[in-house]
């Protein structure tokens, strides 16, 4: 084998699915300064993590399942019923509280994880009926908007530690987190299952064991997500979750995670949710009505995946020509 | 002139040049072999004759027109029809529906008739002399040898004047080898022109005409078949030549049972198997394709459950999946590298890995060091050919990446080694290397159950020869009664031993 001396040149890899969205990023923070050049500092970087921090959440135990080649969208019932039980019996125990919430993120994930790896049932149908029960029960606790949550766990979630927001911190730990996973048998076996099923299961990974792991992370990070929604919100709201579905899947669809599994990972699913929440913000400031936000995010959202897949396309050129 | 001819074609992958400057030739009514060692650059020059790849540089006439096909279907209309190295079908149509992908037969409107889609599929069973397959049955439940045939006749039912057969005869087994074998010479008398690859030897050299020789992406000798001999190709291909195909070996079971299997029944899939594999062991299996081999595998290896008991080193064991397989030391190599053994969409680093994952790690962490050791280790045992190892698996030539697959498997040093065709698509350097090293795994005091379509494989390297029949053990064959002549007597139902 020989190698030839412009094909080296070219070997420096580059994993266009996640430069897209970081570079789409990085336009919108400039074209942010420009506009307002307030916004470049820690002050709105804080304002930012607060109001990010639920969905980063949600969206990275998305990530997980949407690698094994999943689809969780019981996150929405997950994250509402969290915000419910944390207005409504806070005020008694907090700590009670939360680790109700997280109890009930696990056992949902548990439940189905269970549906789908045992009776083998199709993911998206099964996550959505375990949506609308818990959308039904939330709505059970908490009849509308509002409730109680003590001011003192307000606070600590919009402390700021030295300037820098607490929320950037946790953050920082999802995505540490992230990385250590990434790393573990259990990393490699989610991608391997996302990539070919039958293949993993051949090569001794217990399929049933690691997707119900899976789900209860997702249902985990889910809860969570809703806890610090009625954290930094100081309200709970049994609708909350149904918005964040389809923004937790967008973000990471926008990071580079692929719907057809083996492909992503949750760095580029926070850069993902951050690019969401920036849109509005960007054209709230251009002087756009907030009614064009949505249309915004859904065309960001083809223009982001037509990118990555044009680019991997491109990149590929020579590989599909298999096909 | 008549026929191929290719002048200094070029292709690169990246930093890999898998073709470099190649010229080849080849005329109606011959069937010419092109020969070399794995990544020698066959595949990718098969690929640029049909049309699924583009070469960088170099041009190709047929009947002295210049060639330029930008896709498979433009080489299809100009009658080159090509068996692929990895097959194709679609696994979720029907058979029929695969033979006659884009290419229905005419029936009225623009639905398909089923009806009229069986009877075009069975007529062409019947004037190829194919009666085991179901036109009807879905393409996923035929086991890989019918799939290769499924294959071959979808190509060859378009009629086209030029075949070409990527490792067509790897999947098949012995009966079906020599059906392919005649069709390619009937094929061949009609003037049409066969491209025929295969890294066996004895059958490349009893059918084909003529012979190219490519090694390292370079066209290194043409040669007419029975004016060469072994020896000479074999050192064309590798450079050197090689000592013996077989290993020297001395039988070394002990009489201790190291797995026995007691009356292992699957429904319509296995008939009470009973057998024991000993410790030092090298137990054959063999007879024709279908009779129960697969599945016995699979069950040995908790994929498929069976009724009946498997016991290990004289205890019983239950397996549910294939990790506990794994964990009580029994391996499979299983016989599909593309859909059950790889992930070909990622790395070979993480593709060896995988089965190994809870021995390198702790607490669920990887021990980085440990891990890439090994991997290098196995990388080095088997020659693996490759770029780097953070490719893709797909990006690796067929018989590298069934190497990536045994690899993987023997990083787990198991006790119990389930062997399915291990040397599927290998080249011959590698296979006597493999021979070897199976020999040295029964010395080393653990046991290997060997299945394989190539009945030399069969004598050259077992202890004994368990030969199966009807889903369940006809015969077994020990010492001298191992013979081709006796396996494939016992493998249609015929004793070998004289009544009394
Ligand atoms: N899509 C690809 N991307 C990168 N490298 C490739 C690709 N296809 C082939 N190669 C490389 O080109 C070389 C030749 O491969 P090819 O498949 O032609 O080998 P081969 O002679 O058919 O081998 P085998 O006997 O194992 O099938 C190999 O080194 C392989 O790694
Ligand atoms: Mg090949």
């Known amino acids: 084998m020989k190698i030839n001396e412009a094909a080296r040149a070219g070997k420096l890899k580059i994993n266009w699915s996640f430069a897209v969205p970081c570079i789409v990023l990085a336009m919108l923070i400039i074209a942010m300064g420009i506009l307002k050049p307030a916004t470049l500092s820690l002050y709105f970087l804080g304002i930012k993590c607060d109001i990010s921090v639920s969905l980063v959440f949600v969206a990275a135990g998305q990530t997980l399942v949407l690698i094994s080649e999943g689809i969780d969208l019981s996150v929405g019932g997950v994250m509402s019923i969290a915000t419910c039980i944390m207005a409504t019996m806070s005020e008694i125990s907090l700590v009670g509280a939360i680790l109700l919430c997280l109890v009930i993120g696990l056992a949902v994930g548990c439940i189905n994880g269970l549906l789908i790896s045992k009776l083998k049932m199709q993911p998206l149908i099964t ?39 607490v929320t950037l911190l946790f953050i920082i730990a999802v995505l540490i987190m992230w990385f250590f996973l990434k790393n573990t048998a259990f990393g490699y076996s989610v991608y391997a299952i996302g990539s070919n099923e039958r293949a993993a299961y051949f090569n001794g990974i217990h399929i049933t064991k690691t997707k119900i792991k899976i789900f209860c992370i997702s249902g985990v990070c889910a809860a969570l997500g809703g806890i610090m929604y009625a954290g930094i919100n100081a309200t709970g709201s049994p609708t909350v979750g149904e918005s964040n ?45 907030s009614y064009y936000t949505s249309l915004c995010q859904g065309l960001l959202l083809i223009i982001c995946v037509a990118i990555g897949s044009v680019s991997t396309l491109l990149k590929n050129r020579r590989r599909l020509e298999y096909d | 002139m008549s026929g191929f001819v290719v002048k200094k074609i070029s292709k690169s992958f990246g930093a890999v040049k898998a073709l470099d400057e ?10 010419h072999a092109i020969l070399g060692e794995n990544g020698a650059g066959k595949s990718t020059l098969i690929k640029i004759l049909s049309g699924v790849q583009q070469a960088d540089e170099g041009t190709i006439t047929l009947n002295g027109k210049e060639l330029r096909f930008k896709s498979p279907k433009e080489a299809l209309a100009c009658g080159i029809g090509t068996v692929f190295q990895e097959l194709s079908l679609m696994q979720d149509l029907t058979v029929a529906q695969n033979i006659f992908f884009e290419h229905y037969p005419k029936s009225k409107g623009i639905i398909i008739d089923k009806k009229l889609l069986r009877e075009k599929a069975l007529e062409l069973f019947q004037k190829y002399d194919i009666m085991d397959i179901d036109p009807d049955i879905r393409t996923n439940q035929l086991s ?66 003529r012979v190219t020789v490519l090694r390292n992406g370079r066209d290194v000798g043409v040669r007419t078949l029975n004016e060469v001999d072994n020896d000479e190709l074999v050192s064309l291909m590798i450079g050197r030549k090689l000592s013996a195909y077989f290993p020297e070996w001395k039988p070394m079971a002990s009489e201790q049972p190291q797995l026995e299997a007691k009356s292992l029944t699957i429904d ?20 024709l ?36 397989a794994l964990e009580n030391g029994i391996t499979l190599i299983p016989e599909d590298r593309s859909t059950e053994g790889l992930i070909q969409t990622m790395s070979i680093r993480i593709n060896l890995l995988l089965p190994s994952l809870s021995i390198f790690s702790k607490w669920g962490f990887l021990n980085r060091k440990q891990s890439e050791r090994a991997i290098e280790e196995a990388i080095e045992r088997l020659e693996i050919k490759m770029g780097s190892s953070d490719d893709m698996v797909m990006s690796l030539s067929g018989g590298n990446q069934q190497k990536v697959l045994i690899s993987k498997y023997l990083m787990l040093n198991p006790k119990v080694f389930l062997m399915l065709d291990p040397t599927r698509g290998v080249d011959v350097g590698t296979k006597s290397e493999m021979f070897r090293l199976v020999r040295k795994l029964a010395e080393e005091g653990n046991s290997v159950l060997f299945y394989s379509t190539d009945l030399s494989e069969l004598t050259g390297i077992c202890d004994r020869v368990m030969v199966m029949y009807d889903n369940s053990v006809f015969d077994t064959l020990v010492g001298e009664e191992i013979t081709k002549e006796n396996i494939l007597k016992a493998s249609v139902g015929e004793s070998i031993r004289i009544t009394q």
Not at chain 2, 291 to 310: M, N, W
Request: positive net charge; aromatic residues 6%.
């Open chain 2, 289 to 324: 394709a279908g009779q129960g081999q697969v599945p016995l595998f699979l069950a040995l290896a908790g994929i498929r459950h069976a009724t009946g008991e498997i016991m290990l080193d004289g205890r019983k064991i239950v397996l549910r999946n294939p990790g506990d």
């Open chain 2, 144 to 209: 890989l040898s019918q799939q290769q045939m499924v294959e071959i006749i979808k190509v060859i039912s378009r009629e086209p004047s030029i075949i070409i057969l990527d490792e067509a005869t790897s999947a098949l087994t012995q009966n079906r080898v020599h059906w392919l074998l005649d069709l390619a010479r009937k094929l061949a008398d009609k003037n049409k022109m066969i491209l025929f690859i295969s890294h066996r030897l004895q059958e490349t050299r009893q059918n084909c005409d």
């Open chain 2, 268 to 287: 319509k899939y296995l008939n009470n198997v009973t057998f024991t594999l000993r410790k030092g062991e090298v137990l054959g299996v063999g007879g």
């Open chain 1, 127 to 165: 996550t959505l009926s375990t949506w609308t029960v818990l959308g039904g029960c939330a709505l059970w606790i908490l009849k509308t908007d509002g409730g109680y949550i003590p001011p003192a766990f307000t606070n600590f979630l919009i402390h700021r530690v030295g300037g820098i927001p």
């Open chain 1, 245 to 289: 579905i389809m923004m937790s899947i967008a973000a990471a669809v926008i990071g580079g995670t692929s719907l057809t599994g083996g492909r992503g990972g949750v760095t580029g699913t926070v850069v993902g949710v951050f690019i969401l929440k920036l849109i509005s913000d960007i054209l709230v400031f251009a002087g756009i009505t």
């Open chain 2, 22 to 31: 190649v010229n080849f030739s080849a005329e109606h009514g011959e069937i």
